[in-house]
């Protein structure tokens, strides 16, 4: 299969580039890459992959056709991808639009995120009804080798994930952020308060991803507690913060929801 990344240079599409490339899941004969500037920063490593201005030879030359441009950048690329699968990344990008700027039917609307560098993306996808079972297999693989791919039950939740894990680190870095500017209000130097959440925030999301209880049953064990943690989370609880974090991803949502080409 060759396969090809339109924007495939650029922040996220060259992420999944060099994941793929690095991991060896894509040899380097077997990968095209396009922009409009044809520079090949970043992927000198790489002699063998393709890497060109002409998006249209792009198409011609691969099976699998992924779309990595920014939304406002889409409707100038101008490109026929009707007889290729068409695999997007892109936010604020609705099924229908990308139908109708490409000519594809056979379209998968995912929401990596950059973290798919290090194979660590949680990548939903969405299938449009043309999508054959060859086409679904190929995009599970594609982004199970940049970290966990899952099937979600529509588009619109491909919208709600564009805020919840398209970002990395999101949100959690903004409870990272809260953190820091906490401990330094509380007069804890700003280089160890900072250095103390970075590794505290790798030991917490291991924890939460080993753990056999899921973090509601962690709380609801927290509180039971009756610690030191338990104060903690009861103030955070009672001040609010379970539904800024929901304000966050609504506010998120309605940006995604809207038509960006
Ligand atoms: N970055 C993230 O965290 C993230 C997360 C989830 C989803 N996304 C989605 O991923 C997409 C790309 O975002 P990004 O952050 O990676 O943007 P980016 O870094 O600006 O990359 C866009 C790339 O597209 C290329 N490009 C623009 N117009 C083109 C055209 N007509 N033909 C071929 N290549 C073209 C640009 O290269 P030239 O300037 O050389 O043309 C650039 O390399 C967006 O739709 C965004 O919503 C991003």
């Not at 068409?86 to 039917?105: D, F, K, P």
Request: with cysteine; net charge negative.
């Amino acid at each position: 299969m060759k396969l090809g990344i339109i924007g495939g240079t650029g922040w996220l599409g060259g992420a999944i580039a060099k994941r793929l490339l690095g991991t060896g899941h894509v040899a380097q004969g077997d990968l095209w890459l396009s922009n409009r500037s044809g520079k090949r920063e970043g992927f000198e490593a790489w002699p063998d992959v393709m890497i060109t201005d002409d998006s249209a030879a792009l198409i011609t030359a691969c099976d699998v056709v992924v779309l990595a441009v920014r939304p406002e950048q889409l409707a100038a690329l101008g490109v026929d991808a009707s007889t290729r699968l068409v695999i997007s990344v892109m936010a604020s990008t609705s099924m229908a639009r990308l139908a109708e700027l490409t000519g594809a039917s056979r379209i998968i609307r995912t929401m990596p995120s950059p973290a798919t560098e290090h194979g660590e993306g949680f990548t939903p996808w969405f299938a449009s009804d043309d999508v054959t079972d060859d086409d679904r297999a190929t995009v599970q693989d594609l982004f199970d080798a940049c970290g966990i791919a899952e099937e979600v039950a529509s588009e619109a939740q491909i919208d709600w994930f564009t805020g919840l894990t398209g970002p990395a680190p999101g949100l959690f870095g903004y409870a990272a952020h809260a953190l820091i500017e906490a401990s330094v209000a509380h007069g804890i130097d700003r280089k160890v308060a900072e250095r103390a959440i970075r590794f505290h925030a790798m030991a917490a999301g291991n924890e939460i991803w080993r753990s056999d209880h899921s973090p509601a049953q962690d709380f609801a064990r927290i509180i039971d507690y009756g610690g030191v943690t338990t104060a903690g989370f009861q103030a955070a609880t009672d001040t609010g913060a379970m539904e800024a974090f929901s304000a966050a991803l609504d506010a998120a949502l309605e940006v995604a929801k809207k038509d960006r080409t």
